[in-house]
């Protein structure tokens, strides 16, 4: 996929919903690498800051979102 069809295929999923992980910033290194070696480019997204010292990662398969959440469960802040 070129970069502008992963651009539209990512806001195409999150229109329809997609599912949400906020989790504290400290962890946004660790949190993109994982989601860089175990999902697709256009599987996921991140908005940084989107309230005091938390991300919001945003996946397009609850499953995904699932899976990230258990890496730091004393760190995600909600779902």
Same mark, same amino acid.
């Given at each position: 996929?070129?970069?502008? @069809?992963?651009? @539209?295929?990512?806001?195409?999923?999150?229109?329809?919903?997609?599912?949400?992980?906020? *989790?504290?910033?400290? *962890?946004?290194?660790?949190?993109?690498?994982?989601c860089k070696e175990? *999902?697709?480019? @256009?599987?996921?997204? *991140?908005?940084?800051?989107?309230?005091?010292?938390?991300?919001?990662?945003?996946?397009?398969?609850?499953?995904?979102?699932?899976?990230?959440?258990?890496?730091?469960?004393?760190?995600?802040?909600?779902?």
């Amino acid at each position: 996929m070129t970069p502008i @069809e992963i651009f @539209e295929y990512k806001k195409s999923w999150q229109r329809q919903g997609g599912h949400n992980v906020r *989790l504290h910033s400290d *962890l946004r290194s660790k949190a993109k690498t994982f989601c860089k070696e175990n *999902l697709k480019t @256009e599987q996921w997204d *991140l908005s940084q800051y989107t309230n005091n010292y938390e991300d919001t990662f945003h996946f397009e398969h609850k499953s995904d979102a699932q899976q990230f959440a258990t890496q730091w469960p004393k760190f995600v802040l909600g779902e």
